[in-house]
């Protein structure tokens, strides 16, 4: 039975994506997928990238890998580049390849198999995915959470009067899976699932496993694998 696999955030956990997948054991035509957030913060974001791309593991994209590739699309403009990279991130962009880089620029805002929508951030229930403007593209990667009429809420501007997104999506756009906000345990909504359990944070890599029941991924496990502390 054809399973649909999905990784949380890995920010480089290169240790813990190759243990946590080598216990889910995928057999050839499973579909494996992260929720974006493959480098940056942790020890091996070069090393997971390039596990990702070996063993043909497809990714949407993440506000980590975004700020990457719009900071190599201001370098060719000449002008001052607007966007500052930290050291971790300087060090990410020396070691690039081409191909890691036409992998990072390939990465889509969403994918979809069947019911399952993966995504980064998060949505709102009047996006269309197949018809985003400018603004929708970025609060795809970067939503968490919503005002009490909800609009979007900048990071860290939230209050106790703010609604996760999750808590009022309707579904519209598919069950969903997400990562970008870390949770203890992944955390499971009506129509979505947070898969991102701070790995990096010394908490522990999760995935969920869907498996294929005639037209639909229905869901079957979450596995999870603790983060190495040495
Ligand atoms: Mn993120």
């Given at each position: 039975m054809q399973k649909l696999i999905v990784y949380g955030d890995?920010?480089?956990?290169?240790?813990?994506?190759?243990?946590?997948?080598?216990?889910?054991?995928?057999?050839?035509n499973d579909i494996e997928v992260c929720?974006?957030?493959?480098?940056?913060?942790?020890k091996d974001s070069i090393k997971?990238?390039?596990?990702?791309?070996?063993?043909?593991?497809?990714?949407?994209?993440?506000?980590?890998?975004?700020k990457i590739i719009r900071y190599l699309q201001h370098e060719?403009?000449?002008n001052q580049n607007p966007i500052t990279l930290d050291e971790d991130e300087k060090n990410i962009l020396k070691d690039l390849n081409s191909k890691d880089i036409d992998f990072l620029i390939?990465?889509?805002?969403?994918?979809?198999?069947?019911?399952?929508?993966?995504?980064?951030?998060?949505?709102?229930?009047?996006?269309?995915?197949?018809?985003?403007?400018?603004?929708?593209?970025?609060?795809?990667?970067?939503?968490?959470?919503?005002?009490?009429?909800?609009?979007?809420?900048?990071?860290?501007k939230e209050?106790?009067?703010?609604?996760?997104w999750a808590d009022v999506y309707d579904g519209n756009q598919g069950f969903v899976v997400y990562?970008?906000?870390?949770?203890?345990?992944?955390?499971?909504?009506?129509?979505?699932?947070?898969?991102?359990?701070g790995c990096v944070y010394n908490n522990k890599l999760s995935a969920i496993v869907f498996e294929l029941k005639g037209q639909n991924f229905i869901?079957?496990?979450i596995i999870s694998f603790d983060k190495i502390i040495k």
């Amino acid at each position: 039975m054809q399973k649909l696999i999905v990784y949380g955030d890995i920010h480089g956990c290169y240790d813990e994506i190759k243990s946590l997948r080598e216990n889910i054991n995928p057999q050839e035509n499973d579909i494996e997928v992260c929720v974006g957030d493959i480098i940056t913060k942790g020890k091996d974001s070069i090393k997971t990238l390039r596990y990702i791309q070996e063993y043909d593991i497809k990714s949407v994209l993440g506000n980590h890998e975004d700020k990457i590739i719009r900071y190599l699309q201001h370098e060719k403009l000449k002008n001052q580049n607007p966007i500052t990279l930290d050291e971790d991130e300087k060090n990410i962009l020396k070691d690039l390849n081409s191909k890691d880089i036409d992998f990072l620029i390939t990465m889509p805002l969403f994918m979809k198999f069947k019911n399952i929508t993966i995504l980064h951030g998060g949505l709102h229930n009047s996006y269309d995915l197949h018809n985003l403007n400018k603004k929708e593209k970025t609060k795809i990667l970067r939503m968490r959470y919503l005002d009490k009429n909800h609009n979007f809420v900048t990071l860290g501007k939230e209050n106790d009067d703010s609604i996760f997104w999750a808590d009022v999506y309707d579904g519209n756009q598919g069950f969903v899976v997400y990562g970008h906000q870390r949770f203890k345990e992944a955390r499971i909504n009506k129509y979505t699932i947070g898969i991102d359990t701070g790995c990096v944070y010394n908490n522990k890599l999760s995935a969920i496993v869907f498996e294929l029941k005639g037209q639909n991924f229905i869901k079957h496990s979450i596995i999870s694998f603790d983060k190495i502390i040495k």
